[in-house]
């Protein structure tokens, strides 16, 4: 049964929400999108996704929150014509960039991560998989492991053992060494170097099934080797290159800048479609989530010593501690009744401002960057916290449309088999659906659309896979 838009968020609001029956009939159950003019404002989707793993070099690296390939599939194959230029802004692990190449259009991506930048460019570069084969007999001809004397990849890393056996640190030492020895480009030595990350949260000590990077003192671990797990990742990544080799056209190819989504500044504008999914507010702390890849990485990314990787922790979109000396303003007043400060955990209300005022910023920029009527697709989910839920979603609305942005429709899916490492039902909030907004690039100031509904469905644990 079609319900009408009103009928929809009455129901919603009313349901019990708890039961997964009560949950599962409000649900249109498809197996993709229909197009954006067949879908009502505000209607929810159950999608079913093959358990099967998304293929091309989208699985190169782990990256948690990274959403799923069919989403920026949609919106670019019903918003971007061929050779139009598509920009992430919050490109993250740079799903939007592969899904771009693969159907003629140019990509552009930005994150102020330097290592999600070095994942989105070994994704989407264009780099010959009979040269990377080259390459890793070279490798394989140089690599004589382990290295002595081990020495820290950082200069300020204390206690490095804590975090790899001596056996696994002098692999991989003799490794990066290999690695930056060889004749290569820098972007077969980027598609290497990501490989290479690909492996050191599993060949750590550290515990490779939650986001947080700890050694556990009641699970023993026991970390495969080094040298195999590389190769069976190098055969995994190398399969990856050659079919999206395949399936590219030559003409299309990906841009990644590091930078700052609030302040966009970029090679080719105006840009023809953004769509992007943003940070959450106390979002996955993405560089402590990736210390260890910092550790041995970051010298490589400028990240050259841990005060440098503190101080950039902290001036990320969504920080739960932003920098002190960024004195936030007070919230914007189009959130007034959105949010209310009193309600929000004192130490939270800085975070809360910063991630505010960084979104602010954001659309404006990105309306500058965008052209006129172009289309900009904001995936995001609902997310709760401890003193109830914060409209994340109705937030970032209107930050855009006092941006110049018109909100044209919105609507949610369930995530049924969510393409990711680790749940997000967690400690940061319970995401249970993500919501795609339809903004247009209207140049002027429109009017706020009534608030989307906040159905709190919780996941089963059979929708996330681990
Ligand atoms: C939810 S993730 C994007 C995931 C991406 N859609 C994918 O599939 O991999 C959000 C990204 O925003 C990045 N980010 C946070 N603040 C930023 C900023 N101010 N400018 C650019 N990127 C930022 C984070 O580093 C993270 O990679």
Redesign the pocket.
């Known amino acids: 049964m079609a319900l009408t838009q009103p009928d929809l968020f009455s129901t919603l609001d009313n349901a019990d929400c708890s039961s997964d029956g009560a949950a599962a009939a409000l649900f249109r159950e498809v197996p993709s999108f229909p197009p954006l003019g067949d879908i009502a404002n505000g209607e929810l989707f159950s999608l079913s996704l093959s358990n099967r793993a998304p293929g091309l070099t989208h699985g190169l690296h782990r990256?948690p929150?990274?959403?799923i390939p069919r989403i920026p599939a949609w919106v670019i194959d019903e918003f971007a014509g061929e050779d139009d230029v598509v920009l992430d802004?919050?490109?993250?692990?740079?799903?939007?960039l592969v899904e771009a190449l693969l159907r003629s259009r140019q990509a552009i991506g930005?994150?102020?991560?330097p290592l999600?930048c070095l994942i989105s460019r070994a994704k989407t570069y264009a780099v010959s998989p009979a040269r990377i084969q080259q390459l890793v007999i070279e490798l394989h001809r140089i690599w004589r492991g382990p290295a002595v004397p081990l020495v820290a990849p950082m200069p300020d890393l204390a206690n490095f053992g804590h975090w790899f056996s001596e056996r696994a640190w002098g692999d991989l030492q003799a490794l990066l060494t290999a690695i930056l020895t060889l004749d290569a480009s820098p972007e077969e030595r980027d598609f290497l170097l990501c490989v290479f990350s690909s492996i050191l949260r599993w060949v750590s000590n550290a515990d490779d099934q939650t986001q947080k990077t700890y050694v556990s003192g009641t699970l023993k671990k026991n970390p495969p080797e080094v040298e195999p797990l590389f190769c069976r990742a190098l055969e995994k990544a190398l399969a990856g290159l050659e079919e999206l080799t395949f399936l590219r056209r030559s003409s299309a190819a990906a841009t990644v800048i590091q930078?700052?989504?609030?302040d966009i500044r970029l090679p080719t504008h105006p840009v023809d479609l953004i769509v992007t999914?943003?940070?959450y507010l106390d979002s996955v702390d993405?560089m402590y989530n990736f210390m260890l890849e910092y550790f041995w990485l970051g010298p490589l990314l400028g990240v050259n010593d841990r005060r440098t990787f503190n101080r950039m922790r902290r001036g990320?979109?969504?920080a739960k501690n932003p920098a002190a000396d960024a004195r936030p303003p007070a919230l914007p007043r189009c959130l007034d009744d959105l949010i209310d400060e009193r309600d929000i955990i004192h130490h939270r209300v800085a975070a809360t401002r910063a991630y505010c005022d960084?979104m602010r910023r954001h659309f404006h920029s990105a309306a500058k960057a965008l052209k006129r009527d172009g289309y900009y697709f904001l995936i995001i989910g609902n997310s709760q916290t401890r003193k109830g839920v914060l409209p994340i979603h109705d937030s970032l609305i209107r930050l855009a449309v006092d941006a110049g942005f018109a909100f044209e429709k919105a609507f949610a899916y369930r995530i049924r088999r969510h393409y990711m490492k680790f749940p997000r039902a967690g400690r940061g909030g319970i995401i249970t659906m993500d919501w795609v907004i339809a903004l247009r690039n209207a140049q002027k100031r429109t009017s706020y659309p009534d608030r989307l509904p906040l159905p709190d469905f919780t996941l089963r644990h059979d929708e996330v896979a681990n």
């Open positions: 990256f929150a990274k959403y802004p919050f490109c993250g692990s740079g799903t939007t930005i994150d102020c991560d999600a930078g700052d989504a609030s999914s943003p940070p993405y990320v979109t969504g960084s």
